[in-house]
């Protein structure tokens, strides 16, 4: 139950800069287009940058990979659905903006327990 408290929080984070940033960029993307990316970026992103890299790999090299996957997801997306109309600057900086809420979150994960680190 405290992952899916988790999942929520990411959830607004991702959506707000989404919301914020790819309409100031330019995007045509409706409201629930973007709720909808965001669900997708933050399943994968939890999964993958969360679960799996921020115990392994730490704050940084899990910033990054959230970055990257945010970057990849939204690219995919503009390229599957070009109505869309996400600029490569717009994506760019909305992956980079999604990468400092990903640094806080990634706080807020250790301070609710929910990541334990790899001291092997």
Known sequence: MAHLGALVV???AT???LLWVLP????????AALLGLA???ILLGYAAGDRLVLPVGGQAVAVVVDVLL???ILAMAAYLWPTLALRPGAIG????ALGV????????LQARGLVR???T
């Open 10 to 12: 990411k959830f607004v």
């Open 15 to 17: 959506a707000a800069v």
């Open 24 to 31: 100031a960029g330019g995007s045509m993307a409706g409201p």
């Open 39 to 41: 669900a997708g970026i």
């Open 70 to 72: 945010a970057a990849a």
């Open 93 to 96: 900086l909305a992956a980079v």
């Open 101 to 108: 809420a990903e640094f806080f979150f990634h706080r807020y």
């Open 117 to 119: 680190f790899d001291t």
